[in-house]
Nanobody
């Protein structure tokens, strides 16, 4: 059974940092891509960072570049999102998700950045005040 559990969200001031954690089980990280997404009320879900298992190649949205870093710890089966210099517009629910490198293995239908995501966590809230 696949599980993704996020933690680390909270309320911070503008300019501060947070590190989100996504603990995975039932997923072989080397054969999957893990993404961090966020969705604010009334807005579409957007992917902010992605890491390809095995190669460690990372991708970031324009809003995340230079401030967010996605890190994968294979020993802990955990993917982190280090967020620095947070801004009020970063306020959102943050989710991690996993996509098998072979999309044929995924029964879901959500595509983002060329990956078909089929496993999702429950989310962790980040609130940034000015």
């Amino acid at each position: 059974q696949v599980q993704l559990v996020e933690s680390g969200g909270g309320s911070v001031q503008s300019g501060e940092s947070l590190r989100l954690s996504c603990v995975t089980s039932g997923v072989t990280l080397s054969t999957h891509v893990v993404g961090w997404f966020r969705q604010a009320p009334g807005k579409e879900r957007e992917e902010v960072a992605q890491i390809v298992g095995g190669s460690g190649v990372t991708y970031y949205s324009d809003s995340a570049k230079g401030r967010f870093t996605i890190i994968q710890d294979n020993a802990e089966s955990t993917v982190y999102l280090q967020m620095n210099n947070l801004k009020p517009e970063d306020t959102s629910m943050y989710y991690c998700a996993a996509a098998p490198k072979n999309p044929a293995l995924c029964t879901g239908d959500y595509w983002a950045w060329g990956r078909k995501y089929c496993y999702w966590g429950q989310g962790t809230q980040v609130t940034v005040s000015s």
